[in-house]
């Protein structure tokens, strides 16, 4: 009997070179396609052939799948699929009790345990049937026989041993295999899209035969609001962004990057889009692409940079420069586990204060934190239009989890975004300001617009150099105020889940959103007072900010660091809340985030 | 435009007897010679003495960041190809500090002359030894004597892949009007480096090559397809032996049998690059096409997609 669920969260872990990956994008647009909703979570290592079976090179990928609305991965597996023993070791206790274990044999053979670190006599799959269903399947010598036709070698036929999985999921899980067919076959050419085929149908067919009718499980489908989809992950999202800057502009755009983990996937996305107005760049260095973008805004051109952990911290300098010359500018820090190299490939938002703060100087700037990959188009364009509308250089906080993850994207229509309009007017000096403190954007190429800016503190209205003591005041001050002044381009503060007063509410910022707000939806069904707020604009802070937490007894901080917006919101007078962090890499579960504001809350109360 | 019409109104703040004030006298001679328009010019500089040109010109300007003009240039390079973009820099700020940016400004042949006005001191700092200071210079951070090995900016250009390299003098203002022109007249990066006296903190290194007593016997004012020859009567030339510049006298020699400067020749002109004794070469030392970067780059954005293509790029599916 094929049970019908709401909700099912799959996990998929094996190899970095096992194609979990891969495997899990076929899946979840598959399943985004026939209108379940869909929220995803990648794990994996930081090298790119990290030693074969090992546990430090296991890849992972997480999906829920739902016939509702969903806003994160899940917590607890109801699948987990191991492609080897070191995938299983690693991740099995999210699997849950009494939930299902699709092993591929050939990955718990002997050498595949003592790859794992396991002494020959354990038995993993056999432990793991005292609280889980089991059941094997011999994936590689599956694939193997459907192949035995094909031209290829051993290898490349071993490649398709995820196309089988792909065939035994898309059958247990109800999915198309006609729409699957199509999709590969577009997907890949030759002799490889012949042998993934193959494998696919095997294991399709595999799972109709062997009738493993009780490990059958089918999400309801929902119906989706009217519109054309795509599955999107966040750096595509920002990639999609930038083009849509353009476009808003008028005028061109120069991305320009420098390859870093887990930034650079904008750069490729970027790059291989080729958007109409948008020119790539990839720099010798950090300081050369935030250059170079500044090069770029000064010649007319929105400049745009993106990096994470470290490459930030070298573009600090630049930041200056930016505020000092007053020019647009949007830098993307996709945040990751620091300092240094830290956890490249791991989630954490521990940039915050270098985001506020990290600058020589008194240089503030509009700080912004996206919350999610469906958001990630809006942001950009909102970050974008601050930065040319207000002359300034906009800092926009992605991190290594919104990068990654997945979900499904109705396109937008252009014609529903603002324009963005920049402050050219002519016969200006460069530092004569309009009423909202802006400076004239004149490009060269302006006749009559002749001017010189500099890194040296600019006399008011010329821009020439000046020492005087006086001005300096007077610029930093104006400078402050114009950064200031804009959240006039800020929406409402709208809250996410609950009321605009209770006994609770739960500020968060950036990729904690998902989970964030899950937690805090059971915790009302339990019938706690609680409401959950997520901040965009990290600074200037919301001006309705403070008058609204008046309406809740107490404030809690749920943010994936050791206490960074908590200070924040000290230093600014806003409250003085509760904290929940966490810096282990990973991100926080629903299940786990509302433990610990129930914990929390039964300690206050 | 004449040449003073290309100053701006700010009033020039370099030292008195300062080589930087011949540089920018007959940096803005060019302008005018070569009929630059002031909207569509832009200076771009670093940080140091002479990265403080940008404020004297009249055109679009701007001062940047310690040794990141060349990336600055490459961005408005990059943003609109049709501007007269010219960079000024340091021996402290192309090849110490910003060492990498010129490296790759200058293999990338971005659209840019590179005039890195050397003076073998940091003097803005007040009076470090930069990476061009001869061994042995005591400075305030040398008080017992430099003990690093210079730079050669001419062979770390041509090593960089450099489309343009040459040298000239703040002393001889026809020389220095002409290598200027030769380097924006290139069209993709090139490097001129101009000697330049520094009369505070490092007076007279070059005094040889521009004290108008000496000159003749160590400066060899190089022309592209005639014998290398020097002296006061031009009785001093070069031969290559075995790779190696050796010096001859004509008395000995017809002029045929001299060294026939090739600036299109990558070999011989580092040889040339190399001499860095007591007899340097000035000029242009050598010189080859290639498309700039920003050419290349503009011409691979023909092939773009529009907003809506963009979006839609990828599966997609429909929900009615």
């Known amino acids: 009997m094929t049970e019908i669920r709401q909700h099912l969260v799959v996990l998929l872990a094996g190899d970095s070179g096992d194609g979990i990956q891969l495997l899990g994008s076929q899946l979840i647009r598959a399943a985004a396609q026939s209108g379940q909703d869909v929220r995803t979570l990648s794990d994996f290592p930081a090298e790119i052939r990290a030693p074969q079976g090992t546990v430090s090179g296991v890849s992972g990928f997480q999906f829920q799948i739902a016939s509702e609305t969903i806003f994160d991965p899940g917590d607890a597996a109801d699948v987990f699929v191991a492609f080897n023993v070191a995938g299983w070791l690693k991740h099995k206790h999210k699997l849950k009790p009494g939930g299902i274990l699709i092993a591929s044999s050939d990955g718990f053979d002997a050498r595949s345990k003592a790859l794992a670190g396991l002494a020959p006599d354990e038995q993993p799959l056999e432990d793991a049937k005292h609280s889980h269903q089991v059941l094997e399947v011999d994936v590689k010598k599956i694939t193997q026989e459907a192949l035995k036709e094909s031209a290829l070698g051993t290898k490349e036929k071993n490649r398709a041993k995820n196309m089988t999985v792909l065939g035994v999921l898309s059958w247990m899980y109800g999915m198309s295999p006609a729409a699957m067919e199509a999709d590969l076959t577009r997907q890949f050419s030759g002799e490889i899209a012949e042998a993934n085929l193959m494998a696919f149908k095997a294991g399709y067919h595999l799972g109709e035969t062997a009738e493993w009718t009780a490990y059958r499980k089918e999400v309801l489908q929902r119906h989706a609001a009217p519109g054309t989809y795509k599955t999107l992950s966040g750096s595509q999202g920002i990639a999609l962004g930038i083009a849509a800057v353009a476009h808003q502009l008028a005028r061109p755009v120069l991305y320009a990057g420098y390859p870093i983990t887990p930034a650079s996937d904008i750069l490729h996305e970027v790059a291989r889009l080729r958007p109409e107005g948008v020119r790539t760049f990839q720099a010798e260095d950090e300081i050369a692409s935030i250059t170079a973008a500044i090069g770029a805004s000064f010649a007319g051109n929105l400049g745009v940079t993106a990096s994470s952990g470290p490459g930030i911290s070298l573009k600090g300098e630049g930041l200056g420069l930016a505020v000092m010359l007053e020019l647009p500018l949007l830098v993307v820090n996709v945040q990751r586990g620091g300092p240094s190299t830290g956890l490249p490939t791991k989630m954490e938002q521990s940039d915050l204060l270098q985001a506020l703060y990290g600058r020589h100087g008194e240089a503030p700037m509009p700080v912004m934190a996206i919350k999610r990959t469906g958001e990630c188009v809006d942001d950009v364009l909102l970050a974008a239009k601050m930065a040319v509308e207000a002359m300034t250089p906009v800092l926009l906080l992605s991190d290594a989890y919104i990068a990654n993850s997945a979900e499904p994207y109705r396109l937008p229509s252009p014609s529903d975004w603002s324009p963005i309009i920049p402050n050219v007017v002519e016969g200006k000096l460069p530092y004569h300001r309009n009423a909202e403190g802006v400076r004239p954007w004149t490009i060269p190429g302006t006749p009559g617009g002749e001017h010189r800016i500099g890194g040296l503190e600019s006399e008011a209205e010329t821009g020439n150099i000046s020492y005087d003591p006086a001005n300096h005041q007077a610029m930093i001050h104006t400078r402050a105020q114009k950064v200031q002044a804009v959240t006039r381009f800020y929406g409402p503060l709208c809250v996410e889940v609950g009321d605009a007063e209770g006994d609770f509410v739960v500020i968060g910022w950036g990729s904690t959103y998902g989970a964030l707000r899950t937690a805090v939806e059971n915790l009302r069904a339990q019938g706690l007072r609680i409401t959950h707020l997520h901040l965009k604009h990290l600074f200037p802070l919301h001006p309705d900010l403070k008058p609204f937490l008046a309406g809740f007894q107490r404030v809690v901080v749920v943010e994936m660091n050791e206490g960074q917006l908590i200070r924040h919101l000290r230093a600014e007078g806003i409250c003085s809340p509760a904290f929940i962090g966490k810096t282990s890499g990973q991100p926080f579960g629903a299940a786990e985030l509302q433990a610990r504001l129930a914990t929390l809350i039964q300690a206050k109360s | ?320």
């Open chain 2, 1 to 320: 435009m004449t040449g003073k019409e290309f100053l701006s109104d700010q009033e020039v703040r370099w030292c008195p007897g300062c080589g930087d004030y011949s540089i920018l006298k007959q940096f803005t001679e060019v302008l005018a010679t070569m009929g630059a328009d002031p909207a569509n010019t832009v200076v771009v500089s670093g940080i140091g003495c002479s990265s403080r040109m940008p404020y004297y010109v009249h055109s679009y300007g701007i001062h940047s960041l310690h040794g990141r003009a060349p990336a600055i240039a490459t961005g408005i390079k990059l943003a609109n190809p049709a501007l007269d973009v010219w960079l000024i820099t340091g021996d402290g700020d192309a090849l110490s500090i910003g060492g990498n940016h010129l490296i790759h400004a200058l293999r990338r042949n971005v659209g840019v002359p590179i005039l890195l006005f050397n003076n073998e001191i940091y003097g803005l700092t007040k009076g470090q030894y930069s990476p061009t200071s001869k061994p042995g210079l005591q400075t305030k951070s040398t008080p017992t004597g430099s003990i690093d090995h210079p730079v050669n900016p001419l062979t770390l250009a041509l090593g960089a892949g450099a489309t343009f390299v040459a040298r000239s003098m703040d002393r001889h203002p026809v020389h220095l009007r002409g290598a200027m022109t030769a380097a924006k007249e290139h069209g993709g990066a090139a490097l001129l480096e101009i000697y330049q006296n520094c009369n505070v903190f490092n007076d007279g290194a070059f005094e040889v090559f521009t004290d108008k007593k000496t000159q003749s016997d160590h400066a060899i004012f190089l022309e592209n397809g005639q014998p290398i020859t020097f002296g006061a009567e031009g009785q001093r030339a070069l031969i290559l032996e075995g790779g190696q510049p050796v010096e001859v006298s004509l008395s000995d020699r017809s002029a045929s049998e001299c060294w026939i400067h090739d600036e299109r020749d990558p070999m011989k002109a580092y040889a040339l690059a190399r001499m860095v004794g007591e007899i340097r070469p000035f000029g242009t030392l050598y010189r080859e096409e290639r498309p700039t970067f920003e050419s290349q780059v503009h011409a691979a954005a023909h092939s773009t997609r529009s907003i809506e293509e963009v979006f839609a790029l990828g599966r997609t599916w429909t929900v009615e």
